[in-house]
């Protein structure tokens, strides 16, 4: 909230160079594409960030590291306030209120579509208050990243993926993949849900209407962006806030097995996805509305966390990108967790993993030493034990019949 008292929002939050700065980077590729100048690489001073410092990768110089969608979608404030990036970055801050009220809703739809219960719309302002304590969202407020927006075009393509609306839904989640590529997997696997239901026509008109507003424009300069993107994508920093899986591997095994640790996660975090995947398709084909709801949700989670881990600097801020799903995994883990109703001990070890894999998303680090910036990556932790259980829970679900003959979630509750 200080952002309505101060245009930086550095005076109760902790700012590296002034609040929204972040903001400043994509914000001037925008004002280049405005302009028709390649964004990634030019020798114009007025699209030079004075903070971020140029990259430099086989000897060309890259003045952007983001994908096109990042660029494309601030155009319309670029066009609104030109060289004025803390004018535009204030109404950016707005945009992200207001996604976070979207979110909160959101998440209170695919809870009363996972239960089959009319809960109040309270709930979305619990859910709304959870979000507002998470430093990822915070982070991203701040910084004035695209995670929160991003997040909240990934969830509502989810939302409307369940609602059959796939036309919708591809294009909000094309948007995503377009801003940063965390919603890559998402998008391909919504992709195929739509085209196993016969709905490739809606699936493909959506696909092409993202690209051609936000990846278009761009494409005479596709290879520069990919080489900026992957630049940034594949840089490794041991700072407390990267929460990649390669750090999280650094920080319990060393260096030596970082890269060998990273793809252990990774396949973990695949594996976990596909299941989760199949499942949403059997629950498209035979399942109840509960349970399209379900796996989708599961699926998503698990999608958006693997590409947040895969990446070698995976910030705080990042982790927005999951926090809706697990909120609402963790209200229904009586129908996540229904075939293991019947083993107490297991059941209730299941509901502590996903309490403790909350409380680490909302840590954030564990440790600290003074002055510096070392400390336990502690969500990506977090990540690994959710998309383990996830894995087990959907091998399990594997083996139980889809339909009508699925328990119903008064049945599975305890």
């Known amino acids: ?91 950016w801050f707005m945009i992200d209120l207001v996604c976070l009220g979207a979110l909160a809703w959101i998440a209170w739809a695919l809870l009363r579509q996972i239960t089959a219960e009319l809960f109040p719309v309270a709930i979305a302002l619990v859910f709304l ?18 995670e929160i927006f991003t997040a909240a075009l990934c969830w509502g393509g989810a939302l409307l993926t369940i609602r059959r609306r796939f036309a919708e839904a591809m294009f909000l989640v094309g948007w995503a993949a377009s801003i940063k590529g965390y919603a890559v997997l998402v998008a391909a696997g919504l992709g195929i849900v739509a085209l196993d239901q016969r709905a490739w026509k809606a699936a493909l008109a959506g696909s092409l ?26 840089l490794f920093e041991t700072y407390w806030f990267n929460h990649s899986f390669k750090h999280l591997a650094h920080r319990l095994f060393g260096e030596t097995y970082a890269d060998t640790g990273k793809y252990v996660a990774v396949t973990i975090a695949c594996v976990a996805t596909g299941l989760a995947l199949v499942q949403a398709v059997r629950a498209f084909r035979r399942g109840h509305d509960s349970d399209r709801a379900l796996w989708i949700t599961a699926f998503c989670a698990s999608a958006l966390g693997t590409v947040v881990g895969f990446s070698n600097q995976s910030v705080t801020y990042n982790f927005v990108l999951v926090t809706p799903g697990l909120m609402v995994l963790g209200l229904t883990i009586d129908r996540w967790a229904a075939p293991f109703a019947r083993y107490r001990l297991a059941y209730h070890a299941i509901g502590a993993m996903v309490v403790v894999t909350w409380w680490l998303c909302f840590v954030h680090r564990l440790g600290w030493v003074k ?44």
């Open 1 to 91: 909230m200080s952002r309505f008292l101060n245009p930086g929002g550095e005076r109760y939050l902790w700012t590296w160079m002034g609040g929204q700065i972040d903001f400043s980077h994509p914000y001037g590729g925008a004002r280049a594409l405005l302009a028709g100048v390649n964004p990634y690489v030019n020798d114009r001073p007025e699209f030079t960030n004075p903070v971020f410092a140029p990259t430099v990768v086989d000897g060309v110089t890259y003045k952007q590291i983001y994908p096109p969608g990042s660029l494309t979608t601030l155009v319309p404030l670029a066009a609104l306030y030109g060289d004025d990036w803390r004018g535009a970055a204030r109404v």
């Open 129 to 146: 208050f959870c979000l507002t304590l998470d430093p990822a969202a915070a982070w991203s407020m701040e910084r004035g990243q695209a």
């Open 209 to 234: 209407a993202a690209a051609g507003i936000f990846v278009l424009p761009c494409a005479a300069w596709l290879d520069d962006a990919w080489h900026g993107t992957w630049a940034r994508a594949s």
């Open 371 to 414: 002055g510096t910036f070392i400390g336990f990556p502690a969500t990506a932790l977090g990540l690994v034990m959710f998309n383990a259980l996830a894995l087990v829970l959907a091998a399990t679900a594997l083996r139980a019949p889809t339909g009508r003959e699925d328990q119903s979630p008064a049945q599975t509750s305890l």
